[in-house]
């Protein structure tokens, strides 16, 4: 039998196929669709002009819908996605609906009060971040989403993609996609990561290697013994950015890490894990070691715009972020604190957890990663007392949004963050420059008022202990 990828056995898998190669067009069919307030009405608009207004989804317990992206805004049109996604669930009878329960889309209601105690709300926050919380990740499957950054997933060993409004309709009806088989790039990561890197680095050194669209409809494997010194959620920054190079999907080897989590969580008992045949074949690789890489970001305005940290030490910076579904884990955040606690910051400073999970640990966990001792700080005390603004957990400036989106750029300003994207108007403002960065490198930058290399203030190990794991 031919030996095959990773992604290629889970489409072979799901095609009911022995063996696929790569440019074949298969049908699969889906184990998990999900969508959010952004795209969800529009998908769901499509799904009754084409199924029929009575028409019912194809399982409503395999459906997941996460409003996320524009959430905490007074805009009524936001307000109105939302509704329309309680209309849904309501008629369809879908289980996994995390409703932020403190937005009232009555007309007039302006800003809502954003959750008191992020465990005591139905909310999660940002979809990528809450689908493995939630249970709703597994090796081996098939995730679609109504998302560019939906690959995420594949960091626990599963195809992921993100799809438009149209064939999310078609999946929603029937539970089936039409999809071509990706061949399959690899990306070798030797020794183990030092402590000034985050997987942030590792992949803006890979996009500005292949260029924004050098993985177009292309499967990016990363693997090496310096991807399984990664914890699960650095794995994740990594296949999250995967679209940023025009991947179609990107995944990581299923280790003890992967599999700890997903059996402490999945809301499905069983799932086949798939890994790559000895002899597979690779349309392209490359080779790093972590040992020489140095801390990178990519400059305004594309995530290919690659360069060091330190070479762009003279640039001054007027804002800091840290949050996103690439930058506001919680080991994101205890990365950032470990390099704030004690110090200041120059110039505002905005974080964003990525989930109302993060949140929750946040304020209840120290910056080793376990439960606050008496007298010790918890991470979001520690930010605080840096000077940091907290937001509640969600998208927020990461896709620009309304006007009163918590952290936008409104104005022609620069800012170094943790997020994905830095095209122009991304964060808000057209004029704004964004330079992403790791959240050591952001921290550092929120420091010193310019792009700081965070080796200035890291030198020991962050360990993060039980933080974003089982």
């Known amino acids: 039998m031919a030996k095959m990828t990773m992604t290629e056995k889970i489409l072979a898998a799901h095609s009911g196929r022995a063996s696929v190669t790569p440019g074949e067009n298969v049908w699969v069919n889906v184990n998990v669709l999900m969508t959010h307030d952004v795209c969800g009405p ?4 499509i799904f009754h002009e084409q199924f029929g207004k009575n028409a019912k989804v194809w399982d409503p317990d395999r459906v997941v819908i996460i409003p996320d992206h524009y959430i905490f805004t007074a805009d009524e049109k936001c307000h109105r996605n939302i509704q329309i ?8 009878g879908i289980k996994y609906y995390y409703d932020p329960d403190f937005v009232n889309t009555q007309a007039n209601s302006g800003m809502p009060s954003p959750y008191r105690d992020p465990t005591k709300t139905n909310y999660k926050g940002v979809c990528h971040k809450a689908l493995p919380e939630e249970g709703h990740i597994r090796p081996g499957e098939i995730l679609l989403g109504t998302d560019s950054h939906t690959c995420t997933a594949g960091a626990f060993g599963q195809f992921a993609t993100g799809v438009g409004n149209t064939d999310a309709a078609f999946a929603l009806g029937t539970g089936k996609t039409w999809l071509k088989v990706p061949p399959t790039m690899k990306f070798l990561f030797h020794g183990q990561i030092p402590p000034y890197l985050t997987a942030k680095d590792l992949i803006l050194a890979v996009i500005g290697e292949v260029s924004v ?17 990664l914890t699960l959620e650095d794995r994740m920054t990594l296949t999250n950015m995967a679209i940023e190079a025009g991947g179609k999907n990107g995944v990581c080897d299923v280790d003890e890490k992967t599999l700890a989590y997903v059996r402490a969580r999945s809301t499905r008992p069983n799932w086949t894990v798939q890994n790559d045949d000895a002899g597979a ?3 392209f690789e490359h080779t790093w070691d972590l040992g020489t890489m140095e801390p990178m970001v990519a400059k305004p305005h594309s995530p290919d715009n690659k360069d060091t940290a330190h070479n762009c030490r003279h640039v001054k910076v007027d804002r800091a972020y840290i949050g996103s579904c690439t930058g506001g ?3 994101d955040m205890i990365f950032a604190a470990s390099i704030l606690k004690g110090n200041s910051v120059k110039v505002p400073t905005f974080v964003v957890p990525g989930s109302t999970e993060v949140h929750s640990d946040m304020k209840k966990l120290a910056l080793t990663g376990e439960p606050t001792k008496p007298g010790e700080k918890s991470i979001e005390q520690v930010l605080l007392d840096a000077g940091c603004q907290v937001g509640p957990s969600g998208c ?14 409104n104005e022609a300003i620069t800012c170094i963050s943790t997020t994905n994207r830095n095209f122009p108007g991304r964060m808000g403002h057209k004029e704004a420059g964004v330079y992403l960065a790791s959240p050591l490198t952001v921290a550092a930058s929120a420091l010193t008022g310019h792009v700081t290399d965070p080796r200035e203030y890291v030198s020991e190990p962050i360990m993060t202990g039980h933080a974003g794991l089982v």
């Not at 669209?213 to 010194?229: L, P, Q, V």
């Open 396 to 409: 927020s400036a990461c896709l620009g949004g309304p006007a009163d989106t918590f952290g936008r750029l």
């Open 42 to 45: 529009g998908t769901i608009g």
């Open 213 to 229: 669209s050098g993985a177009t409809y292309k499967s990016m494997y990363f693997t090496g013994e310096g991807i399984e010194s």
């Open 329 to 331: 884990k919680i080991t």
């Open 85 to 92: 996604l309680r209309d849904f669930v309501k008629e369809q």
């Open 281 to 283: 074949s690779y349309c």
